[in-house]
């Protein structure tokens, strides 16, 4: 189902993506949902500069049980109420199949993370709805189990998937995961779904994310998913790598068409 012809998915704020639109979709925002005014502060920064779509978590796969674990249901509403006040989109993640139902109520977009990519029971009740998932890649998750994964929701019922490499584990360790661009060709010359790439966990540390991201749009890829935090150090999760708001509006200036070859 993944293979032949175009596929285009509507996100909020009247973007599309997929096919030959030619554009990249930027979304952007903390790795966690902490409080409102963080979100709000967030919330405002990205209208300014005219991003449309926010994410934040608020289930979060910590590797540890003794991280903080995200602000559960209280976090959906606080997206909930940004999202009304600054007509912004949203997307959030599901970590495990109890709250599955909960984030597909209150989020635009479904973001199933590496962690959760193997979870049946998130695959199989994503594949009931039509609101858009963004499925990411595991890090030890190879292209073939990748596209699987996505059929699952697909074969369900929902076309509207969207493929996110986020990095994968390989033996360097200077980086927190390789962003496998390999990996992104592939998936574009093989599957008809929009591609993203998240150059924020695949490289680890804010220093790399700007170039990796204007990489990533000299693909084409078709959208990008980058955190960013009014605070970095003081986030409560994914603190190295997120940029400050002000480098996020910058880097979102900074992107141009490929430069002509001369
Ligand atoms: C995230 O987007 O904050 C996240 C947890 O990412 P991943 O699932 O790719 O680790
Ligand atoms: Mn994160």
Redesign the pocket.
């Known amino acids: 189902l993944y293979q032949g012809g175009t596929r285009t998915i509507e996100l909020p704020g009247g973007i599309t993506v997929g096919g030959d639109t030619g554009h990249t979709a930027f979304i952007s925002g903390p ?1 966690s949902v902490e409080s409102e005014g963080q979100i709000e502060t967030v919330a405002q920064a990205l209208q300014q500069s005219g991003i449309k779509i926010l ?1 934040a ?1 608020c289930y ?2 910590r590797t540890s049980p003794y991280s903080f674990q995200g602000m559960a249901e209280e976090g959906l509403q606080i997206l909930d109420r940004v999202r009304k006040k600054y007509g912004l989109g949203i997307i959030t ?1 599901v970590r495990d199949a109890t709250h599955v139902d909960q984030v597909i109520e209150y989020s635009d977009i479904i ?1 199933i ?4 990519m193997y979870d049946q029971g998130i695959l199989r009740r994503c594949a009931t709805i039509r609101k858009p998932v963004l499925l ?1 890649r595991g890090f030890g998750t190879n292209l073939q189990e990748f596209v699987q994964a996505a059929e699952f929701i697909l074969s369900g019922g929902n076309p509207n998937v969207m493929l996110c490499e ?1 990095g994968i584990r390989t033996f360097e360790t200077k980086t927190r995961f390789t962003l496998d661009l390999c990996g992104v060709a592939y998936l574009k010359e093989h599957t008809n779904l929009p591609i993203f790439v ?1 150059p924020s ?1 695949a490289m680890g540390y804010a220093y790399g994310v700007a170039d990796l991201t204007r990489a990533s749009t000299a693909m084409g890829v078709d959208g990008l ?1 980058i ?1 960013s935090h009014p605070n970095p150090r003081e986030a409560l ?2 603190a190295s790598q997120q940029l400050t708001l002000e480098q996020m509006a910058q880097l979102r200036q900074s992107i141009v068409p490929v430069a002509q070859a001369v």
């Open positions: 790795c994410r978590g979060k796969p993640e973001q993370g590496a962690k959760a990411k986020r998240d966990h998913l955190e999760s994914d």
